[in-house]
């Protein structure tokens, strides 16, 4: 007869230990699950054809025909809103948190009194206290949705940043709309009619509760330069020589502050950049608009700092134009670069630094 003697804090032999596990599968295999839950839920694991307990089977079908009521939803947990203590990295506030290149249709007004919806792409940003975890993003297209349905453009903006500032508890909030705007225009000596579409942006920012409305254009020219028409006239005049000036595609980004009160329609500002700067590209041209063209060009020569200087004047004359910020790129044909010019009134657009890729997104795609 085997007599087990106590092992006490002697250190058990394999064979002792697999002695062990024999008795163990053994009472295993012939106890109740209550019996076995008992004494460790564990040693389901020793009965062969049994799932283990760490893993336990789940429904691997869709259940279409449930439906969480307020008690369940209660249940669920929330990240974004849990203690300072889930918080990752430094614990500091953060100035912008939110969604960018949210798409959704937006009716907008234009000058004539009509309304046309364009597809809008949303950028909805708010400031996040040091000691809260994150922001619930949903709420921001929530709001937008229910918004767009019954309003216009920048009061679209309005009431949803009203929205989103009062339900996600912050103090500063910012949204960005930004679409392309259509218009129809005439060539230049044909009477051909033409869709222009213009990348605009509407912003309003809320900020140590002042509120502020901005507006970005990107304005698409023809620039030719003063120094090439010039030498090209020199070789024509002193040798017979045929020469061309070289001129080249080119876009300023208009940033304008319109203040409060004001109403500053896109069509107004297109028109702004037209009288500074009348070479916008055509869209519908037959050879006597061709022709006009080249006309137009020759009598409108600038180089990128003369660009720069005339959008100023005419955003400088305009009383519905606070801070603004003007950015002039001309994608030059005569050398391998662009040629670049930043000029800015005020303090809400002057930077000591620039975004590295800033002029690298003056581009029209077409």
Not at 80 to 94: D, E, K
Not at 182 to 210: C, H, N
């Amino acid at each position: 007869m085997n007599i087990q003697q106590p092992i006490g804090n002697r250190e058990p032999s394999r064979t002792e230990a697999e002695a062990a596990l024999d008795t163990l599968r053994a009472w295993a295999d012939r106890a109740s699950d209550d019996e076995i839950a008992g004494l460790d839920p564990r040693l389901l694991r020793l009965i062969p054809g049994l799932p283990d307990p760490a893993y336990p089977v789940m429904s691997r079908e869709y259940p279409a025909h449930f439906v969480p009521d307020e008690s369940y939803k209660r249940t669920m947990p929330d990240l974004q809103n849990g203690p300072a203590s889930l918080i990752r990295g430094a614990n500091r506030p953060i100035q912008h948190v939110g969604i960018s290149n949210f798409r959704l249709p937006v009716r907008f007004r234009t000058r004539e009194g009509g309304d046309v919806t364009l597809q809008a792409s949303v950028t909805g940003t708010v400031s996040l206290e040091a000691d809260k975890k994150g922001i619930n993003m949903s709420r921001i297209m929530r709001s937008f949705y229910q918004h767009a349905e019954k309003q216009f453009s920048v009061w679209v903006i309005a009431a949803a940043l009203d929205d989103y500032k009062a339900d996600l508890e912050s103090f500063d909030a910012r949204i960005q709309m930004r679409f392309s705007f259509p218009m129809k225009v005439e060539s230049l000596r044909s009477g051909l009619m033409g869709w222009q579409y213009y990348d605009i942006a509407l912003e309003l920012v809320d900020q140590a509760g002042v509120r502020r409305q901005f507006l970005h254009l990107d304005y698409v020219y023809s620039s030719t330069c003063p120094c090439s028409l010039e030498l090209s006239e020199h070789a024509r005049a002193g040798r017979g020589q045929l020469a061309t000036p070289h001129s080249q595609r080119s876009v300023a980004r208009l940033s304008v502050e319109v203040l409060p009160g004001k109403v500053l329609w896109f069509e107004d500002l297109i028109d702004l950049c037209r009288r500074a700067v009348p070479t916008e590209t055509q869209v519908m041209v037959k050879r006597e608009d061709e022709q006009a063209f080249a006309e137009l060009n020759a009598a409108n020569p600038i180089f990128v700092e003369d660009a720069a200087r005339l959008f100023c004047e005419v955003l400088e004359d305009d009383a519905r134009i606070g801070d603004f910020r003007v950015v002039a790129s001309h994608q030059e044909s005569l050398h391998s670069h662009d040629a670049v010019s930043v000029l800015t009134r005020g303090e809400t657009f002057a930077s000591a630094s620039l975004d590295p890729r800033l002029f690298s997104t003056l581009i029209h795609a077409g």
